[in-house]
């Protein structure tokens, strides 16, 4: 079985792109910190007084909520050879959805993002049913 052939596990790679570009956006947008403080231990608690970092770290922890049930949905859809269908079409409504979702919650744009978000969570029931059809 040829596990990166399948759709879930493409989606799964460029789901981490959207993680990786998700933390280096939230990172870019909270130099009023300080580059020391950035750079230092934080042992002291601080928040940016940037509303966009705000957001974007919000959005970057709300990806990491739902995040390890769509890596172990895909790669479990991979080992077990139910790919595609549902699943395929779970995992790439997930990471649109995601990708849609980012600039909605920076925008501060509130029922459209919670429709994206509402979406995604589709795409992760799709892929479950699919895994456990």
Known sequence: MD?????????LGWSVVLLLLQVVLQAGTCGDLGF????GPRDEQRQTRSVLSQRLGRALKN?????????ALALALAVTGRTGGLGAAG?????????????LYAAGIPLVRSLAWLA???GLVLMLVRLMA
């Open 3 to 11: 596990l990166a052939a399948s759709t879930e596990v493409t989606v």
């Open 36 to 39: 020391g403080y950035l750079a």
């Open 63 to 71: 990806l990491l909520e739902t995040f390890p049930a769509f890596v």
């Open 91 to 103: 995992a790439w409504l997930y990471l649109i959805a995601r990708i849609i979702y980012v600039p």
């Open 120 to 122: 995604a969570m589709l």
